[in-house]
């Protein structure tokens, strides 16, 4: 299994991250994502709900598997990379002296033996960027 854990801090509240993280429709506006598209709405709680991500040449879907306002946004990988086992967790809790901590943390597995290191390396800078872009987004208001 391969892993990446991020952690960042900002001046934005809780809920004002959550807020952007937690509408996949708003993706594109902090991330380096190119387009979204909703394949299945998500329940009452949101989860459920298929997502698709297109980023340059690369087309995901991702299913939500867990959203437990405002602290937790889970989702596993259906297609597009080949991974598998692939599973993220995104928290948001309050910092200490305000504004929030975001934690996004993900592991996964290659289908390709040998391939770990390489996707690990490649989605530890991507996955830098979206937390880069949420933490800045959320304290621009």
């Not at 297109?54 to 080949?82: C, D, F, M, N, W």
């Not at 391939?115 to 830098?128: A, C, P, V, Y």
């Amino acid at each position: 299994m391969q892993e990446i854990d991020i952690t960042k801090t900002t001046d934005a509240a809780p809920e004002a991250v959550w807020a952007l993280l937690a509408d996949s429709a708003a993706w594109p506006s902090w991330t380096p994502v190119d387009s979204h598209s909703e394949e299945h709405p998500g329940g009452a709680d949101g989860t459920g709900e298929v997502r698709i991500f297109k980023t340059g040449r690369y087309t995901v879907r991702e299913e939500i598997v867990e959203k437990q306002a405002p602290e937790r946004l889970s989702y596993v990988l259906l297609s597009g990379l080949p991974l598998k086992n692939y599973r993220a967790e995104i928290d948001v809790r309050p910092a200490p002296g305000g504004g929030s901590e975001i934690r996004w943390h993900t592991v996964f597995a290659p289908k390709v033996p040998g391939t770990g290191g390489i996707f690990r390396r490649s989605l530890q800078k991507i996955t830098g960027q979206f937390v880069d872009g949420l933490a800045t987004r959320a304290a621009q208001g």
